[in-house]
């Protein structure tokens, strides 16, 4: 009886250790992904401040 306790213990010590470690890193993928959105808003308005100038200088050519 004392081993299946010690056992049991053994399991759910197992299993606080796997929910802090995906704990963690799902604070960290988090943290990835407000960064990763941040870059594309940036590279979007990137883009379109490209797309408003060549637009501009494709409405001066002749034509």
């Given at each position: 009886m004392e081993a299946e306790f010690n056992s049991l213990e053994a399991k759910v010590a197992q299993f606080v250790a796997l929910c802090e470690r995906l704990r963690a890193e799902n604070i960290q993928l988090r943290q990835e992904l407000l960064s990763a959105r941040n870059d594309a808003k940036r590279?979007?308005?990137?883009i379109d401040g490209a797309k408003h100038k060549l637009e501009k200088l494709v409405s001066r050519l002749p034509g």
């Open positions: 590279l979007n308005e990137k």
